[in-house]
């Protein structure tokens, strides 16, 4: 935000509740203390203070607090906010952290019973405005979330709104309200009045819509105008309105903010003051906010020392110097270790296996590390620090560490989600630029030889590694700056849990039912054989249709079909042509065969009949995705049908062992939940918290048809828009999927953008965002680069925008998911210990095996929890179902 110096004095009156709820739900509860104090929401309006201060650079500065007692609309409505959820008590725990830290920066606070802080800031925008205080000379800047605000809007005072991250803010005059919200500052109390505000349960007239609202006030320009042009107004909202008078005035009412509010402060005690350093060091050393230490102005920095950014690990240390373990060391290793180096190698790297580093210049030698496999356990479940490279892998392996655990690759991958496959010599000079050096000297090499024998090159290696791992975390925290703290709880809280998770899921595996496999298997082939011989039957020979080039020769040149993409036999170019040659129908639906039989049928019955219990155990990567999201393979339990004859086959082959029953957890429409909690849109945020179909919302508002009258069809059609706009699509993408005209797709685009405006502004901000910052985060922080944004070539830039509006939404689902299966996996420990696994994260799903007597019990606290997992302005909604195997699971 550019700010104009017009010789003026700054006054920055901060609307501290509006603010500190704004940081609870932007920053994730895993920002904690080291006691476990839940800070995120103090640790967010810090952030956003320091940046307000260094933005505006106030002359006077204050901020105000809402109190615990009713106020007077309480009073007088006592529905007055009634529908809002109790304030979770983590949050209001946090309030007396926020007035500490303002108390240490010497800024006053300023609250009343009986009245919000908005009603403290109206005040105080009224002595500005009537120039009550002694400087006339004031332009008065309310930092706020709450757009109500916007009425105390005047030549001197402005209302500054953070946008989608807390460092953009719009400082709105009346033009820009004007422009942003189709309304001047003096109409927001009267469209109130109309329209309601479901958030403050403000009931507004029954009937009178927001789109309603505007317009009339566009026309009128005030409620009082409109009630004197009943007439003029279309029978039914003037009826609405004849009707619903008192609950318009009694709106308007308690959406008026109080500008009278009787309180003892002068402007002096507003003054920007000097405060303690020392004083506001020690409040952030107290809630670990170490990494916003050099965010306080006019501080001065200590001096760094200068390290070396060329970093040999065998520049110290040559091999007479190394410690190398022998079997009877490793009990006392591990007794006086400090910190512990388990690191992963794959071959890409010239080693392959676990790696232990205990302290500098410690390794482990001998023909075999067989010694070191045999105490594993007691190396893993030492108490000291673990620093991971490929815990992943590790978990795989050996087990899960005990202990505090930092995972270096993990953490690069919260930093950067893009970049997949880290080696450790990139990561090691992406964030340290420190180099990894492979190669050992040849003279280092003969003392080896000379003095061991036998020994493998990374045993050099690993022993000096350790420093540089340790040093490369340091430069990852370094890279951060403010947001270290954030990232690094993400890790200890989210990422390294559900690795765990994702652990016990492969281990528990998901049975197969071999005999029905069997049967399958046995159903394909006859079928296949059948639609081969249709297919010779057809042509007059046999041919290998699995060969795209004779296929090809007998579609283009034995047929003569219509050839419109050089001899391609993709199916796209075959499901064109049906209709043309009997034979069509026929090669689709023996690809449909094969690949059912060839892709899921015989993979899956090979890995049952492997498996002394049956049970298939798909192998689920964390860091596969630049979403969040997890991939799996081996089999891809992702990728397993869902709808046909066949698919339902497939999916009664996975069964729930006995005594147990499968039960399916899903998330519905989460992504467009997400989208409209992120887009603040009126609309969508209205029609989720009135329950109403989104999908026939959209279809009516684009169709021009009530709710009620749209059909199956017309629903469908509103389906596919919805998610089309969520992926980005274009209008010849919708077109496509559709099967209508461009002109059409791109017409029902418009109207949906005209209707959902916030949406729109939304996905326009994210691509500013990326253009401005290279990168776009979820909501829980995970970070996306988004390369081709700067592009001069369009098409490259435009999929770029397409990525940067897409990721936040589906890494935010992944954001969700896995922290229901963080609460997920505590209460099983807790309540259904041995009753109840976690075996199955697909897409929006997640799939349990429970104990049958306790389905229904596990079904209930699984869908509480899940739909409570994290508190947006838009619900989240689960449906659940049970059975003996899949295919009995709604999904």
């Known amino acids: 935000m550019n700010l104009i110096k017009n010789g003026k004095d700054r006054f920055l009156a901060i609307d501290a509740n509006a603010i500190v709820h704004r940081a609870f739900h932007a920053y994730p509860p895993t920002l904690q203390t080291e006691d476990g104090i839940q800070v995120n929401a103090a640790y967010g309006f810090t952030v956003m203070l320091l940046e307000a201060l260094k933005m505006f650079e106030p002359k006077y500065v204050l901020c105000s607090f809402d109190t615990a007692k009713p106020t007077f609309r309480h009073v007088e409505f006592p529905d007055y906010k009634a529908t809002r959820k109790p304030t979770d008590q983590s949050l209001i725990d946090q309030f007396p952290l926020v007035e500490e830290i303002l108390q240490a920066f010497n800024i006053p606070i300023l609250k009343k019973e009986g009245f919000e802080a908005d009603d403290i800031l109206g005040t105080i925008s009224k002595y500005v405005r009537e120039g009550k205080w002694s400087n006339e000379n004031i332009e008065l800047y309310i930092l706020s979330g709450d757009r109500d605000l916007l009425q105390l809007i005047s030549e001197n005072v402005k209302i500054a709104l953070p946008q989608k991250s807390f460092s953009d803010l719009v400082a709105y005059d009346r033009i820009e309200t004007k422009q942003k ?20 349960n403000i009931p507004g007239v029954k009937g009178v819509g927001v789109k309603t609202a505007i317009e009339l006030l566009d026309r009128y320009g005030s409620l009082n105008k409109i009630y004197e042009n009943l ?61 916003l230490i050099k965010k306080i102005d006019n501080l001065k920095e200590d001096e760094k020392s200068n390290v070396s950014t060329q970093l040999d690990i065998f520049s110290t240390g040559t091999i007479e110097e190394v410690k190398w373990v022998k079997e009877e060391d490793v009990e006392d290793i591990c007794k006086d270790a400090e910190k512990l180096l388990i690191a ?19 390794a482990s030698t001998g023909k075999s590390e067989d010694y070191l496999f045999k105490d594993i356990h007691q190396i893993i479940n030492t108490d000291c620090e673990k620093l991971i490279y490929g815990l992943e892998q590790i978990t795989e392996q050996i087990g899960v560490p005990n202990g505090k655990l930092f995972d270096v690759s993990l953490f690069a991958h919260l930093i950067n989600s893009e970049k997949r496959g880290y080696q450790f010599k990139d990561l090691a000079f992406d964030f340290s630029g420190s180099i990894f050096d492979e190669k050992i000297h040849p003279s280092e090499m003969k003392k080896v030889l000379d003095a061991l024998g036998e020994i493998k090159e990374r045993e050099i290696k690993k022993a000096n590694s350790i420093e540089l791992y340790e040093y490369t975390k340091n430069s990852m925290r370094e890279y951060l700056g403010v947001g270290e703290r954030f990232f690094e709880n993400s890790l200890e809280m989210i990422e390294i849990p559900i690795c765990k998770i994702l652990s016990k899921m492969e281990s528990k595996g998901i049975m197969v039912d071999t005999d029905w496999l069997e049967k399958l298997d046995e159903e394909l082939s006859e079928e296949i054989s059948k639609v081969t011989k249709d297919i010779y039957d057809c042509i007059g020979h046999e041919f290998n249709i699995n060969s795209p080039k004779q296929l090809s020769d007998v579609l283009f040149k034995e047929l ?18 049906k209709g043309t040659h009997p034979v069509i129908e026929k090669i689709l639906e023996y690809r449909e065969l094969s690949k059912i039989h060839t892709t899921y049928v015989i993979p899956l019955l090979e890995m ?41 086959n497939i999916r009664k082959a996975f069964v729930a062992r006995d005594g147990f029953k499968f039960v399916s957890m899903d998330y519905s429409q989460i992504e467009l939940r ?27 508002r684009i169709l021009g048809k009530e709710v009620d009258d749209v059909t199956k069809e017309e629903r469908s059609l509103g389906k596919t ?16 999927m559709l099967g209508i005209p461009t002109d059409v797709a791109q017409k029902y685009i418009t109207d949906y953008f005209q209707h959902y405006v916030g949406v729109e502004e939304y996905m326009r901000s994210l691509e500013k965002e990326a253009y401005k910052r290279g990168y776009v985060q979820t909501m829980f922080g995970t970070t996306r680069w988004i390369r081709g944004i700067r592009s001069r070539n369009m098409r490259m830039v435009r999929a770029a925008q397409r990525e940067a509006i897409n990721m936040p939404i589906q890494g935010g689902e992944a954001d969700v998911m896995k922290l229901a299966m963080i609460k997920l996996d505590e209460e099983i420990e807790k309540n259904f210990k041995d009753d109840a696994f976690i075996l199955l994260q697909i897409h929006d799903e997640l799939i349990f095996e429970v104990k049958e007597e306790r389905t229904n019990e596990f079904e209930k606290k699984a869908k509480e929890i899940m739909k409570n997992v994290v508190s947006m302005e838009v619900h989240l909604d689960v449906s659940s179902s049970s059975g003996k195997n899949m295919a009995e699971l709604k999904g």
């Open 181 to 200: 919200f189709r309304l001047y500052p003096e109409q927001i109390v009267d469209y109130k009045a109309m329209a309601g505000d479901a958030s403050d």
């Open 674 to 700: 997400i989208l409209a909690d992120m887009s603040k849109d009126d609309l969508l945020i209205e029609d989720f918290q009135n329950n109403i179909d989104i999908h026939r919302a959209t279809a009516s």
């Open 608 to 648: 049952g009949r492997e498996d002394p219990e049956s049970t298939i155990h798909t192998d689920y990567k964390q860091t596969g995705t630049s979403s969040g999201r997890f991939s799996s393979s081996n089999p891809n339990m992702q990728n397993i049908p869902i709808q046909g004859e066949w698919a339902e």
């Open 721 to 736: 828009i919805n998610f089309g706009i969520l992926f980005g699509q274009t209008p010849f993408g919708l077109a496509s």
């Open 560 to 577: 003569d079909l219509p050839d419109k993409k050089k001899g391609s036999t993709r199916e796209s170019v075959l499901v064109e042509l």
């Open 231 to 291: 007439a003029e107004v279309k029978p039914r909202y003037a009826n609405l309105l004849k009707e619903g008078i008192e609950q318009a005035e009694m709106s308007r009412k308690l959406a008026t903010i109080e500008q009278n509010v009787d309180f003892n402060i002068h402007l002096e005690d507003c003054l920007m003051r000097d405060f303690d350093k020392k004083e506001v060091l020690e409040v952030f050393h107290k809630y670990a906010f170490k990494s």
């Open 344 to 362: 992963y190698f794959d071959e890409s790297e010239s080693a392959t296996g676990e790696s232990f580093s205990f302290v500098r210049k410690v």
